[in-house]
């Protein structure tokens, strides 16, 4: 079962060129973690921005920087024989998973949603995991149809969005999925601001975009979860009011940039870096942690 | 000034191929029946589905067939990269003019809509039409931002979505829009079923999914609303319900197939095309209207 703690790590890029040796250094920061696995192309990779070239390019080097942790490569794409390249891309690479939201340029139906996992979970020789974005997909999964989808073969993991704050109404949904998936489906966690409540309240895997940058603090938060502490999730609040504010993607390109992990702001245009004054903000934070 | 009926053609595809000799078919009706102008690659022209090659071979096909006639091509893209890429395909290919939504993954700011407009604005050696369409990018533009965008070199259409039913009210706006933006931006309509009112109303220019198809019946509803007749559209309001219930590209594309236009369903996959019963109706209104 895909379980504990995933990162998500940045592509740093510019107009020009995917910087690689600044992205192969973040995954070697990420397997000296030892974390539980490594998703690449995510949506903080700004796999949506990327090339196919680009994309199988970042599996291939993801997998061979992680040092044996299991590498998550996302997929998605508009057209469903893009989503079928980016598989292929992905198991040539040596992928362990791949993660799926279901973009579309056309507002999609429940029927055309579950054809294009048919279509993959049919594709892929590795677990997938269902990528649940509504604020990027405009996207909702209705509780029937993501329990269709999570029947079909392949299928390893949904990736909750962040919305239960409160760890006992994390609990509630948490037993409410568990009846409702088949029980090889571990229930994923992202946002980084709810992941606390959420693995307290009994979440599987925790689906985390800080981790990309900072393994270490999210392994202590993980573990805290697990044992209800809750100190370190108050410490980390600084950090998840920046994500709300600015979208996590922009703050963590930033707070990159200012640790010099990046080159670039390491954004895809038309995305724009964080104003002056959010800018001075994150690196008050940082320092405020010790970062 | 751009003005009249611009049509939005159906590109013929499936998952293995783009099916060329019905897209140039379709080209030819529309050069044949004269109008003001064709967009090729534009919403119903499923370019959000297509990679750059299939873009530029579109444009450059499209305007070989279209017997002078001015094409317009689609450059969305979720990167600005890759938007300046098939802005200067669309150059290349000899396109008179080039439509542009702001797509992106990422939720945008204005800021980062306006660094992209300005940008293609500054590439640019045709004239740009601004492409609101909230349904498939989820951005809203508001009225300072529009206005600033509209400001900019080569802006010279905004193509508004669907909003006023009513002739009075689209006349409301086309003052109000006419005392907001430059007096060589042109004010177009789409979502076919609000064309009628506001042609009637004031709006410049029709970008017309149904013309795709049928040119020669839009033109009579052109006319029709620039002399305040309202027969046809009356008419055609079983269309109008027919798009509104399934979507306008999933109709025209079940009516290309009935018509014999088009050799397969059309629609990249994830999307699907309608259920049987909806191309039963489909079939009955065009029966009625001799199609």
Request: aromatic share 8%; proline share 6%.
């Given at each position: 079962?895909?379980?504990?703690?995933?990162?998500?790590?940045?592509?740093?890029?510019?107009?020009?060129?995917?910087?690689?040796?600044?992205?192969?250094?973040?995954?070697?920061?990420?397997?000296?973690?030892?974390?539980?696995?490594?998703?690449?192309?995510?949506?903080?990779?700004?796999?949506?921005?990327?090339s196919?070239?680009?994309?199988?390019?970042?599996?291939?080097?993801?997998?061979?920087?992680?040092?044996?942790?299991?590498?998550?490569?996302?997929?998605?794409?508009?057209?469903?024989?893009?989503?079928?390249?980016?598989?292929?891309?992905?198991?040539?690479?040596?992928?362990?998973?791949?993660?799926?939201?279901?973009?579309?340029?056309?507002?999609?139906?429940?029927?055309?949603?579950f054809?294009l996992?048919?279509?993959?979970?049919?594709?892929?020789?590795?677990?997938?995991?269902v990528?649940?974005?509504?604020?990027?997909?405009?996207?909702?999964?209705?509780?029937?149809?993501?329990?269709?989808?999570?029947?079909?073969?392949?299928?390893?993991?949904?990736?909750?969005?962040?919305?239960?704050?409160?760890?006992?109404?994390?609990?509630?949904?948490?037993?409410?999925?568990?009846?409702?998936?088949?029980e090889?489906?571990?229930?994923?966690?992202?946002?980084?601001?709810?992941?606390?409540?959420?693995?307290?309240?009994?979440?599987?895997?925790?689906?985390?975009?800080?981790?990309?940058?900072?393994?270490?603090?999210?392994?202590?938060?993980?573990?805290?979860?697990?044992?209800?502490?809750?100190?370190?999730?108050?410490?980390?609040?600084?950090?998840?009011?920046?994500?709300?504010q600015?979208?996590?993607?922009?703050?963590?390109?930033?707070?990159?940039?200012?640790?010099?992990?990046?080159?670039?702001?390491?954004?895809?245009?038309?995305?724009?870096?964080?104003?002056?004054?959010?800018?001075?903000?994150?690196?008050?934070?940082?320092?405020?942690?010790?970062?």
């Open positions: 079962m895909l379980s504990g703690l995933y990162a998500f790590p940045l592509t740093p890029l510019d107009e020009q060129q995917l910087h690689l040796g600044a992205f192969t250094q973040i995954i070697g920061r990420l397997a000296a973690a030892k974390i539980d696995g490594i998703c690449v192309a995510g949506s903080t990779g700004s796999y949506a921005y990327l196919r070239e680009e994309r199988a390019l970042l599996a291939k080097l993801a997998v061979e920087a992680a040092q044996g942790i299991p590498v998550m490569v996302g997929i998605g794409a508009n057209r469903q024989r893009d989503v079928l390249q980016h598989l292929d891309d992905a198991q040539q690479a040596g992928a362990a998973s791949v993660l799926l939201a279901p973009l579309s340029y056309q507002p999609l139906s429940d029927s055309e949603v054809g996992y048919q279509a993959v979970s049919q594709a892929s020789s590795v677990p997938v995991c990528y649940i974005n509504p604020r990027t997909t405009h996207f909702d999964f209705s509780d029937a149809l993501l329990t269709h989808i999570a029947s079909l073969p392949n299928i390893a993991s949904v990736k909750f969005p962040g919305v239960a704050a409160e760890q006992r109404e994390a609990a509630r949904l948490a037993q409410y999925w568990r009846g409702q998936l088949p090889q489906v571990s229930l994923g966690i992202s946002g980084d601001a709810y992941a606390w409540a959420a693995i307290a309240g009994g979440f599987d895997i925790w689906y985390s975009v800080l981790a990309g940058l900072y393994p270490e603090t999210c392994k202590v938060l993980l573990r805290s979860a697990q044992s209800e502490s809750g100190e370190i999730n108050k410490q980390l609040e600084p950090v998840w009011q920046l994500f709300r600015h979208g996590s993607l922009r703050v963590v390109a930033a707070m990159a940039l200012l640790a010099g992990l990046t080159p670039c702001d390491g954004l895809p245009r038309p995305l724009q870096p964080v104003a002056e004054n959010a800018l001075a903000e994150i690196r008050a934070v940082m320092e405020r942690l010790q970062w």
